[in-house]
C-alpha cells in the first residue's frame, strides 16, 4: 500500500515496507540514547547495515532524546543513517515537543548534509510506547510544515510495518491536508 501527497515542490509518501529496504538517500532508525543495537526498527537497520554501523555509532557519544546524528549506511540501500532518539511515551507535557524534535531534527541534519529523500519508520510508537494515533498527528505535521520551508527535501516516505499503522497515517494525512 502506498499513498502520496505534494507539499509544496516535495513528494511525501505513506506506505507499508521494510525501512531497511529503502533506497532513499538516508533512512531515519528509532535509536535509543546509547547509540547501541536495540529491538524493533533500530536492531533491524543494525543487521542490515552490518557491524560497522555499531562501531561508528560507538564514536558518536550517544544522543538526547530529540536530537540526531548522522552516519554512513553500510550495506543498506541507503547511503546514511540519521539516528533519532524520541521520547518513552509517559503522558508528560513534554513528549509531543521531544516527538517533533526528533523529526525536525533528522530533516535538518538531511538539509544540512545535501540529502534530498528520507526514509522514517514511526518514531517511538514501538517499544517506547507512544500511542501511533498522536504520533502520526505530530510526526505528518512536523514533516509537513518542514518540506513547505525547506523545498531541499525533495522526497520523504513515512515507511510503516503494518496496515494497521499505515492506515492510521493515511487517515491522519487526509485530514491534515482537508484543515
Known amino acids: 500500500m502506498s499513498s502520496k501527497y505534494k507539499i509544496g515542490n516535495s513528494i511525501l509518501e505513506i506506505l507499508t515496507g521494510d525501512i531497511t529496504l529503502q533506497d532513499t538517500d538516508v533512512i531515519v532508525n528509532a535509536a ?83 540529502l534530498k529523500s528520507i526514509s522514517f519508520p514511526s518514531i517511538s510508537t514501538g517499544a517506547f510506547g507512544y500511542p501511533v494515533k498522536e504520533a502520526a498527528v505530530i510526526a505528518l505535521k512536523s514533516i509537513t510544515g518542514y518540506l513547505k520551508n525547506h523545498p531541499d527535501i525533495e522526497l520523504v516516505r513515512m515507511v510503516l510495518f503494518s496496515d494497521r499503522d499505515y492506515q492510521v497515517y493515511r487517515s491522519t494525512m487526509e485530514r491534515i491536508i482537508i484543515t
Open 32 to 114: 535509543n540514547n546509547a547509540l547501541v543495537p536495540g529491538g524493533g526498527v533500530d536492531g533491524a537497520i543494525h543487521r542490515a547495515a552490518g557491524p560497522e554501523l555499531k562501531d561508528e555509532c560507538e564514536t558518536l557519544g550517544g544522543c538526547e532524546t530529540g536530537e540526531a546524528k548522522i552516519t554512513r549506511g553500510y550495506n543498506l540501500a541507503a547511503p546514511y543513517v540519521i539516528h533519532t532518539v524520541g521520547p518513552v511515551y509517559s503522558g508528560r507535557v513534554s513528549d509531543p515537543g521531544d516527538l517533533e524534535r526528533s523529526y525536525l531534527n533528522s530533516l535538518s541534519v538531511a538539509s544540512s548534509n545535501g
